[in-house]
T-cell receptor
């Protein structure tokens, strides 16, 4: 069964600190993996997109890594800010159909305290 | 900022009422989607469309219906709302499928409460 598991479920850190969010997936065949940021009451916004050949991709203070062999991805946030408080969702797309089905994780709820 | 809009943002209605959730995008995207998301849970695809006059049901069974008469407009309708329909509904759009680089752009969502 294709699944996307994220950990931790929730995380509280102090402003200025770094953190790493994890995503493990069993989706196969794999096409690409995305990290989305979802603010409370808003729709998700794409942070990074990674294909199987890409190991690392950065977007400002966000750095995503991908190990397609172990089917693991991480999102590292550097020097956290209060505005980073949100849910971070890992999404994996398969290439087994023309639709390119999306598999969503439940997200990690990050809270940054001053 | 994505040019995809949803109205209303919040809706509280009584059981049995008919409602339509609006979704519009100005990016000219062919593909549009409706997702349902409960608090702390993953998004579930309930409907999608490849283009005008194309609609398909998603993975999660839903009593709602959709229509795609215009490229930019993808409304979702519940003929008779029930408390079990209480949820957040997210609309998204994307360009035609490719295996690399396609991004879904999400609207702000509609939070529905059925009493």
């Amino acid at each position: 069964k294709n699944q996307v598991e994220q950990s931790p479920q929730s995380l509280i850190i102090l402003e200025g600190k770094n953190c790493t969010l994890q995503c493990n997936y069993t989706v196969s065949p794999f096409s690409n993996l995305r990290w989305y940021k979802q603010d409370t009451g808003r729709g998700p916004v794409s942070l990074t997109i990674m294909t199987f050949s890409e190991n690392t991709k950065s977007n400002g203070r966000y750095t995503a890594t991908l190990d397609a062999d172990t089917k693991q991805s991480s999102l590292h946030i550097t020097a956290s800010q209060l505005s980073d408080s949100a849910s971070y969702i890992c999404v994996v797309i398969d290439r087994g159909s023309t639709l390119g089905r999306l598999y969503f994780g439940r997200g990690t709820q990050l809270t940054v305290w001053p | 900022e994505a040019d995809i809009y949803q109205t209303p943002r919040y809706l509280v209605i009584g059981t049995g009422k008919k409602i339509t959730l609006e979704c519009s995008q100005t990016m000219g995207h062919d593909k549009m989607y409706w997702y349902q998301q409960d608090p702390g849970m993953e998004l579930h695809l309930i409907h999608y469309s490849y283009g005008v006059n194309s609609t398909e049901k998603g993975d999660l069974s839903s009593e709602s219906t959709v229509s795609r008469i215009r490229t930019e407009h993808f409304p979702l309708t519940l003929e008779s709302a029930r408390p079990s329909h209480t949820s957040q509904y997210l609309c998204a759009s994307s360009e035609l499928m490719g295996y690399k680089g396609e991004t879904q752009y999400f609207g702000p969502g509609t939070r529905l409460l059925v009493l």
